[in-house]
């Protein structure tokens, strides 16, 4: 149902390749279209992709530049091409030019009613900074008296993050070879699937989502419980029995 990608490794295929990281970030670009393309054609609910983090203002200006051109220009693109794509923004305004906040907040407005995928974009994320804004905004709630702190679910705090209704991350997976989650959605990802690849993002395309998604298919999720296998096929019959 929710794939989200860490599209990591532009920089380098770029400098492996002589080209600037520049150029790295465009080829993504195309790496990116190519894979919500497939995310549709295959129906899947959700994807999720981590554009620039809170953290990524430490990269060089050049790169800035043009990850503050291309992203906004991305997400146009997909919207004019009329795909049946539901745009939503996950990241906080501060520090991104007004253009940008401004194309981010138009995709969403002008695709709030396509039903096919819901494509988050990350851009100017960062996940402890999410859960510490929902933290303060249900302070703020308590203070005023409208929340009960002693009885505060996890639905309720769900409902204070960037994108309320993103349901929970399935299958995280992150490319250019590193394996960490860098600050990428701590608070739906924790039961997530995680898949690390070595092929930097502009090599990706939709089969790398799709032979991601059959790896997926193979796994066995317990959510703490102990995986059972199909009731017919248990030696005891019909009980199903646990594995270790
Ligand atoms: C996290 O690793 C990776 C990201 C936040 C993704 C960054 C991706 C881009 C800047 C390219 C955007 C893609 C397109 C197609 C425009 P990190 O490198 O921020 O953190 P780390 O130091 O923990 O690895």
């Known amino acids: 149902r929710h794939v989200a990608i860490v599209m990591d ?31 549709l054609e295959i129906g899947l609910e959700h994807l999720t992709l981590y554009a620039f983090s809170t953290e990524n203002w430490k990269r060089p200006a050049d790169e800035l530049q043009t990850l503050m051109y291309e992203i906004p220009q991305v997400v146009h693109r997909l919207v004019t091409e009329k795909v049946d794509v539901r745009v939503r923004w996950a990241g906080t305004p501060s520090r991104l030019p007004a253009d ?88 739906q990802a924790t039961y997530a699937e995680l898949l690390f690849l070595d092929t930097p993002w502009p090599a990706v395309d939709r089969r790398t989502l799709w032979d991601a998604m059959e790896q997926y298919a193979r796994r066995t999720r317990r959510y703490g419980s102990v995986a059972r296998i199909p009731a017919q096929a248990s030696p005891l019959s019909g009980r199903g029995a646990p594995t270790t």
């Not at 600037?20 to 279209?33: I, K, S």
């Not at 997976?173 to 860098?182: A, E, N, P």
Request: contains cysteine.
């Open 100 to 187: 940008v906040v401004e194309r981010l907040l138009d995709a969403e407005r002008e695709t709030r009613d396509h039903t096919g995928l819901t494509l988050t974009m990350c851009v100017n994320y960062g996940g402890r900074a999410e859960i510490t804004a929902a933290a303060a905004k249900l302070a703020q709630e308590a203070v005023a008296g409208r929340v009960d702190p002693g009885s505060l679910s996890e639905h309720a705090f769900a409902r204070c993050l960037h994108v309320p209704e993103l349901p929970d991350v399935d299958l995280l997976v992150r490319t250019g070879g590193d394996q960490r989650t860098s600050n990428f959605l701590p608070w």
């Open 9 to 39: 490794g532009n920089g380098r295929w770029a400098t492996a390749r002589g080209l600037p990281r520049t150029d790295g970030h465009r080829r993504g670009v195309e790496a990116l279209v190519d894979v919500v393309h497939g995310a």
